[in-house]
T-cell receptor, first 117, second 112 residues
Framework: EAGVTQFPSHSVIEKGQTVTLRCDPI?????LYWYRRVMGKEIKFLLH????????ESGMPNNRFLAERTGGTYSTLKVQPAELEDSGVYFC???????????????FGPGTRLTVL | GEDVEQSLFLSVREGDSSVINCTYT??????LYWYKQEPGAGLQLLTY?????DMKQDQRLTVLLNKKDKHLSLRIADTQTGDSAIYFC????????????FGAGTRLAVHP
């Protein structure tokens, strides 16, 4: 079974540009999460989709960030315009429906390293 | 509030035991987790413990939970070079949708 995949693995952009990150969850997983780790600090929650609906977007830093999950499959996270403080590693994770998740294991992708210059 | 703290670095000799510590602030945590991140890879769930348990053992791994002190530890017996990685402590809170609250990660370096 394929794991969570993310694209690109690394992105270097200039301040003010736009970047779109993509996440493909494990097939059949209804829950999709985005997290971010900045400068070796803690991994912080950004938002959570259940299928195509945003369940919790309390961690989104500001309106420069837009997440979508069309059709409840893959998800994109767009940063527009990017700022220096947006640099970090963006992780995506997925998990099965709550009733199927014994202990809510979230399966993580390898992350996208974003560098804003 | 929600806060998870861990020491940033640990160095051990191959064959010794490693103990990675974590403290958390929210007493309503349902599950606590240890994730491992190897270079260039995503986070891999290593083990977890339900909040009503005190200890869990899984082969070389022992997890201890002290709910009174809100302290979680991960002991790795007979540490090997392949155990070198960043270890993240995380908690999930009640409410059904279980976003994870992570610490900053402890980098474990295993030397000969």
């Amino acid at each position: 079974e394929a794991g969570v995949t993310q694209f690109p693995s690394h992105s270097v952009i200039e301040k003010g540009q736009t970047v779109t990150l993509r996440c493909d969850p494990i097939s059949g997983h209804d829950n999709l999460y985005w997290y971010r780790r900045v400068m070796g600090k803690e991994i912080k929650f950004l938002l959570h989709f259940v299928k195509e609906s945003k369940q919790d977007e309390s961690g989104m830093p500001n309106n420069r960030f837009l997440a979508e999950r069309t059709g409840g499959t893959y998800s994109t996270l767009k940063v527009q315009p990017a700022e220096l403080e947006d640099s970090g590693v963006y992780f995506c994770a997925s998990s099965p429906t709550i009733r199927d998740a014994l202990y809510n294991e979230q399966f993580f992708g390898p992350g996208t390293r974003l560098t804003v210059l | 509030g929600e806060d998870v703290e861990q020491s940033l670095f640990l160095s051990v000799r191959e064959g010794d035991s490693s103990v990675i510590n974590c403290t958390y602030t929210d007493s309503s945590s349902t599950y606590l987790y240890w994730y491992k991140q190897e270079p260039g890879a995503g986070l891999q769930l290593l083990t977890y413990i339900f909040s009503n348990m005190d200890m869990k053992q899984d082969q070389r791994l022992t997890v201890l939970l002290n709910k009174k002190d809100k302290h979680l530890s991960l002991r790795i017996a007979d540490t090997q070079t392949g155990d070198s990685a960043i270890y993240f402590c995380a908690e999930s809170l009640p409410g059904g949708y279980n976003k994870l609250i992570f610490g900053a990660g402890t980098r474990l370096a295993v030397h000969p």
